[in-house]
Antibody, heavy 120, light 112 residues
Framework: EVQLVESGGGLVQRGGSLRLSCAAS????????MHWVRQAPGKGLVWVSRINSDGSSIRYADSVKGRFTISRDNAKNTLYLQMSSLRAEDTAVYYC?????????????WGQGTLVTVSS | QSALTQPASVSGSPGQSITISCTGT?????????VSWYQQNPGKAPKLMIYEVSNRPSGVSNRFSGSKSGNTASLTISGLQAEDEADYYC????????????FGTGTKVTVL
């Protein structure tokens, strides 16, 4: 069974940093593109970042570019999101999601999400 | 580039069919067959219902179908059931400089 489990969320002050992890099981992480998607309380889904299978191609939404860094350790079956210079508007549930092996942007599997709260 | 446009709400009676639209531009919905649809229940993670415009993942009811015409994609739910009440989001690949992928604004489906 495919499973994605996020961790690392919590309460952080404005300007602070946090690293999210997404542990994958039930499939070979190295074969798939992966994404981070966030959802502010009561709001819609917003794409944040994606990384291709071997980590050689990375993209970010403009809203997080220069502040967030996506990475992956295929040997550990884990996806990461390093977040710095956090702002109040970064408060959201962060989901990791598995794409296809060619990055179509179809999110076949999702984690349960981890809540990040940025206090001002 | 902001979100793709969806109606805020759609409702129908049990057994009826409803359609949710998702309007974008030639840079996203109209330009690529990389439109997908998600169902999200309160407090839960989204679930993939349709990928690449009209394909259903294994395990998703055939009451759900997807299509696209020009810059607008659509999700149709036929034989509406109480369990279909949820939020639905479309998503598309985009060549917008600000994003690489974009979601719709979301639609609340209510079963009357």
């Amino acid at each position: 069974e495919v499973q994605l489990v996020e961790s690392g969320g919590g309460l952080v002050q404005r300007g602070g940093s946090l690293r999210l992890s997404c542990a994958a099981s039930g499939f070979t992480l190295s074969s798939y593109w992966m994404h981070w998607v966030r959802q502010a309380p009561g709001k819609g889904l917003v794409w944040v970042s994606r990384i291709n299978s071997d980590g050689s191609s990375i993209r970010y939404a403009d809203s997080v570019k220069g502040r967030f860094t996506i990475s992956r350790d295929n040997a550990k079956n884990t996806l990461y999101l390093q977040m710095s210079s956090l702002r109040a508007e970064d408060t959201a549930v962060y989901y990791c999601a598995r794409d296809s092996d060619y990055g179509s942007g179809s999110y076949y599997n999702w984690g349960q999400g981890t809540l990040v709260t940025v206090s001002s | 580039q902001s979100a793709l446009t969806q109606p805020a709400s759609v409702s129908g009676s049990p057994g009826q069919s409803i359609t949710i639209s998702c309007t974008g531009t030639s840079s996203d919905v109209g330009g690529y067959n990389y439109v997908s649809w998600y169902q999200q229940n309160p407090g839960k993670a989204p679930k993939l219902m349709i990928y690449e415009v009209s394909n259903r993942p294994s395990g998703v009811s055939n009451r759900f179908s997807g299509s696209k015409s020009g810059n607008t994609a659509s999700l149709t739910i036929s034989g509406l059931q109480a369990e279909d009440e949820a939020d639905y989001y479309c998503s598309s690949y985009t060549t917008s400089s600000a994003l690489n992928y974009v979601f719709g604004t979301g639609t609340k489906v209510t079963v009357l």
